[in-house]
């Protein structure tokens, strides 16, 4: 694809963006040092000479053999592949997705250190540069941006001071005349929580689409007298005009300051509960990932929310990021550090029994035969899709009686993969960041190095068996 033809004039607008410090925030999972050898391993696999190349035209490959192209895979073609300049300044990090309810059209909206970018994935073999929406706030190359939708919005967070909550209206792009535009936000929301604190900056948003509520988390609101950064609560019914609700707090127990008290939310997924404990049916639920421990909030009155149970687990060294199961019964969340930690032997994902939400079991993990940090989780269906950084996306199935197992050990199979760093698997923050799955089945995936990384689109073609089983 000719992107590079159409990058000078964004890139002439976007200069400006690199001039400005980041926002202090805080403190943010330090890898232990590495071995100079994997940190050799890991440099000659993202500078090898064939990588590049194979970036520069990158085109569709099948999985086969065991690869695709240059790339290591299983049962999970390559389509197509966006080279991260084309979307923005700096190092690649969240994805998100839109699929136009009036033109059917798929768009991947893929986070950056400066933009958030938008890519027209409807044939994915041929994916289309829409544009870009430059970050609000002092620029700078700051390594987190947050993306997610309700409806025909985009709401964007990342921890850029002054950068708050950008809100687009994605139907602006069905516009696109073929050249990429550079865009500006419809709103920016910079609430003021009930501590008289203005939104500035945070990690992570999530949103529950039921209730018409965004979570943003991870921000200099919402304190607790130890630690900001508890559940910050926005009505986005009107999307164009976010209203603040409330703070969602964990108590400083100890009331040392020295201590953490898990209020710091990094993220987090709200649903409206139907699972199996009758005591909270119906009620609005968040299940945080707060960096020691999962920690569970009625948050039914955004205004009063109640913090439920905090549960934690031995080997807990940054408690990341989680998904339900559609039964509303497991939790399965990855912890970003215990890999190159050392308290588990690979890369690992820990399912929670969260059958009585009021007092979880101590969640059991499952290791798998990587060695790399995971990342970010999803759940469709039956099967995991998980962003596990230099292992790339990784594909697990799972059946509900399999999980009904995690008391003693979780049945999980991998039953495709591809890897976005080939043969390199070290406990490393690089490789994918996130993916997102669209109904038809394509799966975009965001990776972070600006050298041979970007957007890949990609075709998950798992076997007939692998349906996954109630």
Not at 132 to 144: D, I
Request: aromatic share 8%; with cysteine.
């Amino acid at each position: 694809m000719a992107f590079r033809a159409l990058l000078g004039a964004l890139f002439t607008v976007l200069a400006w963006l690199a001039v400005a410090p980041a926002a202090a925030g805080h403190d943010t999972p330090t890898a232990p040092d590495v071995s100079p050898a994997t940190e050799q391993q890991l440099a000659l696999a993202l500078e090898d000479p064939s990588l590049a190349l194979a970036t520069e035209g990158l085109t569709a490959a099948e999985c086969e053999n065991g690869v695709a192209g240059v790339y290591e895979c299983e049962n999970v073609d390559l389509e197509s592949f966006v080279p991260l300049p084309a979307l923005g300044l700096g190092t690649g990090n969240d994805i998100w997705g839109w699929e136009d309810p009036q033109t059917e059209r798929e768009y991947a909206l893929m986070g950056t250190a400066t933009t958030t970018g938008f890519v027209d994935v409807t044939n994915p073999k041929d994916p289309v540069l829409v544009g870009q929406l430059p970050t609000e706030g002092a620029g700078a190359f700051v390594l987190w941006r947050d993306i997610k939708v309700d409806g025909n919005h985009a709401f964007i967070v990342s921890e850029i001071d002054g950068s708050g909550m950008q809100v687009f209206d994605l139907r602006r792009l069905r516009d696109f005349s073929g050249v990429p535009q550079l865009y500006g936000a419809d709103a920016t929301y910079h609430g003021v929580d009930d501590e008289g604190e203005t939104l500035s900056f945070s990690h992570n948003i999530s949103i529950n689409r039921a209730s018409d509520r965004a979570y943003i988390v991870g921000s200099n609101t919402c304190d607790n007298g130890d630690e900001y950064g508890g559940l910050h609560i926005v009505d986005i019914s009107e999307p164009e005009s976010p209203r603040f609700l409330g703070c969602g707090r964990v108590d400083d127990a100890d009331g040392d300051d020295s201590t953490e008290s898990d209020n710091y939310v990094h993220d987090v997924e709200c649903v409206i509960y139907e699972g199996p404990d009758r005591d909270h049916q119906g009620r609005e639920i968040c299940l945080g990932s707060n960096e020691n421990a999962v920690v569970i909030y009625d948050v039914t009155s955004a205004a009063n929310p109640e913090v439920l149970s905090l549960t934690g687990y031995p080997t807990a060294e940054y408690t990341h990021q989680g998904s339900l199961t559609r039964n509303q019964a497991r939790f399965l969340f990855g912890d970003e550090l215990d890999e190159s930690g050392g308290t588990v032997p690979n890369t690992t994902t820990y399912v929670m029994d969260v059958t009585d939400i009021d007092s979880p079991p101590t969640p059991v993990a499952f290791h798998h035969q990587t060695n790399s940090i995971d990342h970010n989780l999803y759940i469709h269906d039956h099967h995991v899709y998980e962003s596990n950084y230099a292992a790339g996306l990784r594909i697990l199935e799972f059946s509900n009686r399999s999980l009904a197992r995690a008391r003693k050990a979780p049945a999980l199979s991998e039953v495709g993969y591809f890897d976005v760093v080939p043969h390199a698997d070290p406990t490393e923050f690089a490789g994918t960041w996130s993916n997102y799955r669209f109904s038809d089945g394509t799966t975009v995936v965001s990776t972070i190095e600006n050298a041979v990384s970007g957007l890949f689109v990609l075709r998950p073609e798992l076997p007939d068996g692998a349906k996954g089983k109630p």
